[in-house]
């Protein structure tokens, strides 16, 4: 898989080029990777695509995650690749980084498929959630531990129970 390095952070991406016409961008949600999207690889192989594993996700490590910085590692891997026409396909936060990258640069953008948008505008009772998972983040902040984790292919686990989780 390609990677970009930016600072101490390392992005990873899995793409197919296979001509000079637009741009499929898929970026899965929170707690998954590229392989999320493996059923839609051999569906558009002749299709040029890239398949994001955001920061601290997949086959991604170091450095702080925000929308932001997932939509400027985006913007970077654009710029790499030479590329300015997409479309984006987005799952829970992959759908958020989408139309965060949107609004910050329309012009790259030629559609947005938004699955299972996650915002503050669509969470019931936000006015908790947010200062709820900001004080437990950072509590669990104080304690320097890190979790190793391995790549987990997700794909594989598609005959399984919608509420299955691999460990």
């Given amino acids: 898989m390609p990677e970009i390095k930016l600072g101490e952070t390392s992005i990873h991406y899995k793409i197919n080029r296979v001509n000079r016409k637009g741009w499929l961008f898929f970026v899965h949600g929170a707690g998954s990777n590229h392989s999320i999207y493996k059923p839609f690889f051999e569906k558009f192989k002749n299709h040029n695509f890239i398949a994001l ?14 929308l932001e910085l997932i939509v400027a590692d985006i913007k970077a ?8 026409n997409i479309i984006f396909i987005g799952n829970c936060l992959g759908a958020s980084v989408a139309l965060s990258f949107y ?16 915002s503050a505008r669509y969470i019931y009772l936000s006015f908790i959630f947010y200062p ?15 979790r190793k984790l391995k790549f987990q292919d997700y794909h594989k686990y598609k ?6 989780y691999p460990m």
């Fill in 77 to 84: 891997i654009l710029d790499k690749e030479n590329i300015e």
């Fill in 53 to 66: 594993d955001v920061r601290n996700h997949g086959h991604s490590h170091g450095g702080e995650t925000s």
């Fill in 103 to 118: 609004y910050q640069y329309p012009k790259y953008v030629q559609k947005l498929v938004l699955i299972t948008l996650f």
């Fill in 132 to 146: 709820l998972s900001s004080w437990l983040s950072s509590f669990f902040g104080l304690f320097k531990f890190k």
């Fill in 159 to 164: 005959e399984r129970p919608v509420w299955y």
